[in-house]
């Protein structure tokens, strides 16, 4: 079993570029969490899908935020523009059911200058 | 209002003694459940433990061991006989609500293993 895999691990861009991290969860995983870490605000909940369903996006920040899962392998979470609060490391998460533990991918970490 | 509250943001231990990182809850519902995750400087998380609020053992994993204290809301996560290794961030987590859809992290308590 490989984990949850995400790419890239490190991105870097201009402000008002469009950014899009990936991510490809467990097999045999039902949900799929997005997490925005910084060091001010420690660990949030970004939105979260259910079989391939987005079920709670009341955490993504605003409008410029997107997230889909297409199908059960595969989720991205694009931000169109950037702007450089959105530097932070970026978590993708997987969980066969909502009272297991999630396994985190390895995060994105981005910058936005 | 905090539902996580860890008081120590940081924490040093000897290398092969016990450390105790805190954890306090806050929930009205009885059926939750409570995590440690481990996140050392490469970045990724890591879980450790896990404690069902029916659960009338303490949970344990190796050298972690969970202290549930449900009347006082506390979960603390004992390490015994700490590495080098140990050394990390760790973070007290906690999922509730009517199917379990609320998950959050508390501020998280860096702890260093003196050699």
């Known amino acids: 079993d490989a984990g949850v895999i995400q790419s890239p691990r490190h991105e870097v861009t201009e402000m008002g570029q469009e950014v899009t991290l990936r991510c490809k969860p467990i097999s045999g995983h039902d949900y799929l969490f997005w997490y925005r870490q910084t060091m001010m605000r420690g660990l949030e909940l970004l939105i979260y899908?259910?079989?391939?369903?987005?079920?709670?996006d009341s955490g993504m920040p605003e409008d410029r935020f997107s997230a889909k899962m297409p199908n059960a392998s595969f989720s991205t979470l694009k931000i169109q523009p950037s702007e450089p609060r959105d530097s932070a490391v970026y978590f993708c998460a997987s969980s066969p059911g909502l009272t297991y533990g999630y396994t985190f991918g390895s995060g994105t970490r981005l910058t936005v200058v | 209002a905090q539902k996580i509250t860890q008081t120590q943001p940081g924490m040093f231990v000897q290398e092969k003694e016990a450390v105790t990182l805190d954890c306090t809850y806050d929930t009205s519902d009885q059926s939750y459940g409570l995590f440690w995750y481990k996140q050392p400087s490469s970045g990724e998380m890591i879980f450790l433990i896990y404690?069902?609020?029916?659960?009338?053992q303490n949970a344990t994993e190796g050298r972690y061991s969970l202290n549930f204290q449900k009347a006082r809301k506390s979960a603390n996560l004992v390490i015994s006989a700490s590495q080098l290794g140990d050394s990390a961030m760790y973070f007290c987590?906690?999922?509730?609500?009517?199917?379990?859809?609320?998950?959050?992290f508390g501020p998280g308590t860096r702890l260093s293993v003196l050699p």
């Open positions: 987590a906690m999922r509730d609500g009517n199917y379990g859809q609320n998950f959050v």
């Open positions: 404690q069902g609020s029916y659960d009338e």
């Open positions: 899908f259910n079989n391939n369903v987005p079920i709670d």
